[in-house]
């Protein structure tokens, strides 16, 4: 028992406080737990409540993740105190508990998706209240933004004549703001790469490989996601959760530098 609770404390919970990063057993362990969620939220909650998986549903839960990830940011910048339920992938789930409520009660009084938003845009607000009062440094934003729209150029150049799926475009948009401000922090400001197999690349070949590497995910999840989801409604609800993936951190980041750089 006392090797399972260190195994525990060496490889997923001490890295939520350190900030160490994924490692191959909590990663193998994380996405198992996304790919169940994925698969009961959209079974046992979305199903059942009739809510059609549209652009409409992407907006209503973006405000959650912008209060989630600016969260996350208050906490590295010191603005919070750690604790698990906000700290990654833990923020993930106080999310989730915070945004269900909302969705069930727009559901039962036919109010889909105002409440949801609201509930959602009162609490980033809150949380970007937060963090504009604690801001040092405005410059690493500035470079994100620069960097999102050189990243983000090619890929409308191509979809206007080689179109996708057009709802796919918003994890485009989040994962392509996610590599902006990830180039800015490791490139700019020396910030180490979390993530287990892109810390290997970017330590081989710099911090711009990531432009590369997330293209041909994008790529593939896009292709892989058509050949193995074949239910529109259903694929397009894992286009929301890539979408929620790219998103968080393309917030928290920026957020984050902005709070500790003077």
Do not use: C
């Not at 727009?106 to 109010?111: A, C, G, N, P």
């Not at 729209?149 to 918003?170: A, D, G, Q, W």
Request: no cysteine.
């Amino acid at each position: 028992m006392e090797s399972v609770e260190k195994f525990i404390w060496e490889y997923f919970i001490r890295p939520m406080y350190t900030r160490e990063g994924y490692n191959p057993y909590n990663t193998l362990v994380y996405a198992v737990i996304l790919g169940l969620a994925i698969i009961y939220t959209y079974r046992w909650i979305i199903q059942p409540l009739r809510i059609k998986v549209d652009e409409k549903l992407f907006y209503a839960v973006t405000p959650m993740v912008v209060f989630g990830a600016t969260v996350r940011a208050l906490v590295d910048g010191g603005v919070l105190k750690p604790h698990p339920l906000i700290l990654t992938p833990g923020i993930f789930f106080t999310a989730f508990l915070l945004i269900l409520p909302a969705i069930l009660v727009d559901s039962r009084l036919k109010m889909y998706p105002k409440i949801t938003v609201a509930w959602g845009t009162i609490l980033a607000l809150y949380a970007n209240y937060l963090l504009i009062t604690n801001v040092k440094s405005w410059k690493p934003y500035e470079l994100t933004i620069f960097y999102t729209l050189i990243f983000l150029l090619p890929i409308l150049v191509y979809y206007k004549f080689r179109p996708f799926e057009k709802l796919y475009l918003f994890p485009v948009f989040a994962h392509i703001f996610d590599i902006g401000s990830t180039v800015v922090a490791i490139h700019y400001y020396g910030y180490r790469e979390v993530h287990w197999i892109e810390n290997i690349l970017v330590q081989k070949f710099g911090a711009f490989v990531y432009y590369p590497w997330i293209v041909v995910i994008l790529v593939a999840v896009y292709y892989g996601l058509k050949y193995l989801v074949p239910d529109e409604e259903e694929r397009s609800f894992w286009y929301l959760a890539v979408y929620i993936l790219g998103l968080g951190p393309a917030i928290r980041d920026p957020a984050q530098m902005i709070l500790q750089i003077g």
